[in-house]
């Protein structure tokens, strides 16, 4: 009987369990196999050798892209939470109805594909784009500014495509949090802020840390936005990723793959243990 | 205004919430240091009620007064009072220490009184030495301590507590009753007890409000509300009645006489004139049985329950159904049989006399 139910589960489980390993597990093993050899010129890699993560370890290039992507991946976290929360909070007090169309509303961007927004980007910033256009023929600049191919250009692309991953993510527990937690703190004394601070913001954390998560690692992933908005000049490690493959130096892309798999295990450990949502798990037993 | 040891007051206050009226011009004051019940079905408005003396609703109508200071308009962390959940509420992601401790950490009590009188309020609920546990980690009876640990800390001039023993078993509910009672009068707490289970309301109050669709039915303590229930639906919200139709056939100083269904009964206590229609109702453990030579109604044992320390008994009767509890240890109760004929009658105070409405 428990022998036909355990044949039961795995069955269930097998197939799932057979396409991650074919697809995903597999492949990474062997990105990570061919990482650690050296680029070859007529083969996929050449002899064992850890050249290419020595290249990463030792090249000021690569070492200021790495730099500029945890700032950018930074920046982009920071100001969707310092936006998202509040935006997430205003939603989640919405009657259950209002809330549905807002959280409806705030996923309509999501439609519009990337490489459309990234352009729409850059023909507001550009050098014969709306802003400089607009400025120049009121006179307020000499020169169009150099608003594209900037940092700060890359910033604002991908937070207005990440935003509504973190407004959904923390509206969506703000609005099932108990509303007794709150008052149980205002019965205590605790006025409106301190409510905040102290009961309502740390019992948020699960709607932050996986906002932040999802945040943060479709930012490492974003290609399209960078190279629309980053230009040349603005390059990200995925970037460096894409030309070491159109270069055909595998081991290079290889090693740069697994150093930004390094930094989003990195980070994201990072912002768990920062935010920690598992300590809001489990009331009432 | 107000007397000095009336804690919390409420005067004509009315909550509606669109076209639903929650609580209908509601009064009551409630004298300091006891424990004062609003006891009623679900959605009668109890629960509405704890809140506006919380400050989580604002009435419609009407005013809250705490400690004679009328609180209508101030927001509920500035009204002295605490409260428990019936989820408890307690903060997942603090220990219990930090829970309990909450109350006087806002009110800016400093680290070292605030862990003295944390230590103080876990040995009252029996918890001393799990300061470091989170809620998670403990039983729901455990984690209904920490929160009523959490609402006593604080001293408040009332506490409000909303089914506060719901979630627990019969068992644990019963002990929590009796420590629940140790404790408020030990510490001489004010408080009111949100329960829709009369037991609890007659075992643990010392005033009862039996409230129904938003208003109060009757105010006073378990043993008037229950023995001299002033309506129909008090009588049959609070245990078991049996109720009789009749008319007043007689009337004296001492009471009067009715008909019931062509038998008559002497009632203490009535109001209505000759000729009225009236509804009698009597407890069950009220009823006496007599052999069938003896006086009172006849009726036929239908079915006889055997509860343990009482005996359940369902007659047929010639004005309808009617149930007597009788002690098992009383002399003859365990000797009727189903079938048997017997007759019932009760003292004549023993019951209460209603106008039909
Ligand atoms: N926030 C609210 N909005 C609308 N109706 C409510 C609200 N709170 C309570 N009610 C209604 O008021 C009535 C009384 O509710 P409540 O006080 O919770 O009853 P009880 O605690 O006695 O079960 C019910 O009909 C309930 O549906
Ligand atoms: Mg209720």
């Known amino acids: 009987m428990t022998g036909r139910r355990e044949l039961w589960r795995w069955g269930l489980v097998a197939p799932p369990l057979v396409i991650s390993v074919a697809l995903f597990v597999g492949p990474l093993a062997y990105l990570f196999y061919v990482s650690l050899h050296e680029v070859s010129p007529s083969e996929l890699y050449g002899s064992w050798s850890l050249a290419s993560y020595a290249a990463i370890a030792a090249d000021p290039f690569y070492l200021l892209i790495i730099r500029r992507t945890l700032v950018t ?139 932040l998560l999802l945040v943060f690692l479709l930012t490492l992933s974003a290609y399209v936005t960078i190279a629309v908005l980053g230009g040349p000049q603005s390059k990200l490690l995925v970037s460096l990723v894409y030309d070491s493959v159109v270069s055909f130096h595998w081991p290079q892309a290889a090693a740069l793959a697994f150093t930004l798999l390094a930094i989003a295990l990195a980070v994201s450990g990072a912002i768990m243990a920062v935010v920690r949502p598992g300590r809001v798990q489990g009331g009432r037993r | 205004m107000t007397g000095d040891d009336i804690d919390v007051r409420l005067a004509g206050v009315t909550k509606t919430f669109g076209a639903v009226a929650a609580v209908r011009d509601v009064s009551l004051e409630i004298p300091r240091g006891s424990i004062f019940s609003l006891l009623g079905p679900s959605g009668c408005g109890k629960t509405t009620t704890l809140r506006l003396i919380a400050g989580f609703e604002q009435p419609t109508q009407g005013q809250v007064y705490i400690r004679g200071r009328d609180v209508t308009d101030v927001p509920p962390y500035r009204r002295d009072f605490s409260i428990v959940f019936q989820s408890y509420a307690l903060f997942p992601h ?115 409000a039996v409230m129904r669709d938003g208003r109060i039915e009757q105010v006073g303590a378990p043993r008037a509300i229950y023995e001299r229930p002033d309506t129909e639906f008090v009588a049959g919200f609070l245990g078991a009645s049996n109720f009789f139709d009749g008319v007043v056939v007689a009337r004296d100083t001492a009471g009067a006489e009715i008909e019931v269904a062509g038998w008559r009964v002497r009632m203490a206590d009535v109001t209505a004139a000759v000729g009225a229609q009236v509804r009698i109702a009597v407890r069950p453990e009220r009823m006496r049985l007599g052999g069938p030579d003896a006086p009172g109604q006849p009726a036929t044992v239908r079915e006889i329950v055997y509860r343990g320390s009482t005996i359940h008994y369902y007659l047929d009767g010639a004005a309808g159904p009617i149930l007597v509890h009788r002690q098992n240890a009383e002399p003859g109760a365990a000797e009727l049989r189903p079938g048997d004929r017997v007759r019932c009658r009760w003292a004549p105070e023993s019951g209460v006399v209603f106008a039909p409405k």
């Open chain 1, 73 to 211: 991946a930074l920046a982009v976290l920071a100001l969707a939470l310092v936006i998202g929360y509040p935006v997430a909070y205003w939603i989640a007090k919405l009657p259950a109805r209002a809330r549905s169309l807002a959280l409806l509303a705030l996923l309509f961007p999501l439609m519009v594909s990337n490489v459309v927004r990234a352009y729409g980007w850059a023909a507001i910033l550009g050098r014969r784009g709306v802003i400089n256009t607009a400025l120049g023929g009121l006179g307020l600049t000499d020169g169009p500014l150099g608003l594209l191919y900037s940092p700060e250009a890359v910033v604002l692309g991908l937070l207005t495509i990440l935003l509504p991953y973190m407004v959904i993510s923390i509206a969506n527990v703000l609005a099932s949090l108990d509303p007794r937690y709150a008052e149980a703190a205002q019965a205590l004394g605790a006025g409106p802020i301190r409510t905040f601070i102290h009961v309502t913001l740390p019992l948020s954390a699960p709607g932050v840390a996986s906002g």
């Open chain 2, 94 to 208: 603090l220990t219990v220490a930090e829970n309990v401790g909450f109350g006087p950490r806002m009110r800016g009590v400093g680290r070292a009184v605030r862990g003295r009188e944390v230590a103080e309020a876990l040995a009252l609920v029996k918890l001393a030495g799990y300061e470091a546990r989170y809620p998670r980690e403990l039983s729901g009876g455990q984690q209904q301590r920490v929160a009523l640990a959490r609402a006593i800390v604080v001293r408040p001039a009332v506490l409000l507590l909303d089914e506060p023993l719901g979630a627990l078993d019969k068992m644990l509910r019963e002990e929590m009753q009796v420590e629940l009672r140790q404790l408020q009068q030990r510490l001489g707490i004010t408080a009111v007890f949100v329960t829709h289970d009369q037991e609890e309301a007659l075992t643990l109050s010392d005033h009862v």
